[in-house]
């Protein structure tokens, strides 16, 4: 796959749109090289069960960006990264705030420096570590996570990460009532938003959980 892809490019720049965000060239440009990368390594370390590059446009870039209106806050923990989702994507189109990409996997965090220096990302840090044993040198305004945890979990491991005050930000599929349920007493959900990518059928949602830090 070349970065020039017209087919890709044209997939991206009107998805992005529908999206309500800037598909700039050098925007475009990135993502591109991204999903090349992506691709290249797919075939030896199985980043990613979705094969097909049109496939990852929808259901990892433009999936990722959606959130992307919801990043209210400088310094955003992406935690179990894997492949850079929604970290990279995010990063590109926020080159204001600084992401860092936390997973625990060494092959995926070796894709993720890869990552960092072809597309020039200076906003981002790559750390492999487990979040539990995780300490950021400053503070944490929102954590991220896609297909990670359960609720209840990514709340006992995010309060931990956050030293005074900081917010979750969980991307789900259909709405997760169950897992809600599961929740402590004192923590309530502050807003859910029923998100629409374009090129995806199913159900997304966006949770946003206040917390309170543990240090």
């Given at each position: ?109 070796r894709f993720l420096f890869q990552v960092k220096l072809a597309l020039k990302l200076d906003n981002l840090t790559i750390e492999n570590n487990r979040i539990e044993h995780y300490d950021c040198p400053g503070q944490i305004d929102i954590v991220i996570s896609r297909a990670f945890a359960t609720l209840r979990r ?62």
């Amino acid at each position: 796959m070349a970065v020039t892809n017209p087919e890709l490019r044209q997939l991206l720049k009107e998805g992005i749109g529908q999206l309500g965000l800037e598909p700039t060239a050098d925007r475009l440009d990135s993502l591109l090289l991204y999903l090349e990368l992506l691709e290249k390594w797919n075939r030896s370390f199985n980043l990613s069960g979705v094969k097909d590059p049109q496939q990852m446009v929808s259901l990892h870039i433009l999936d990722s960006l959606a959130i992307s209106p919801h990043l209210d806050g400088h310094t955003i923990l992406d935690v179990g990264s894997g492949a850079g989702l929604p970290g990279i994507p995010l990063a590109i189109f926020n080159p204001d705030k600084v992401f860092i990409l936390l997973d625990s996997n060494g092959k995926k965090t070796r894709f993720l420096f890869q990552v960092k220096l072809a597309l020039k990302l200076d906003n981002l840090t790559i750390e492999n570590n487990r979040i539990e044993h995780y300490d950021c040198p400053g503070q944490i305004d929102i954590v991220i996570s896609r297909a990670f945890a359960t609720l209840r979990r990514l709340v006992e491991l995010c309060r931990a990460v956050t030293r005074e005050s900081g917010v979750l930000l969980a991307m789900k599929g259909v709405y997760p009532q169950d897992e809600i349920d599961e929740l402590p007493e004192d923590v309530k959900i502050a807003e859910s938003v029923q998100l629409r990518v374009p090129g995806v059928e199913g159900s997304r949602h966006l949770l946003k959980v206040t917390l309170q830090g543990t240090k």
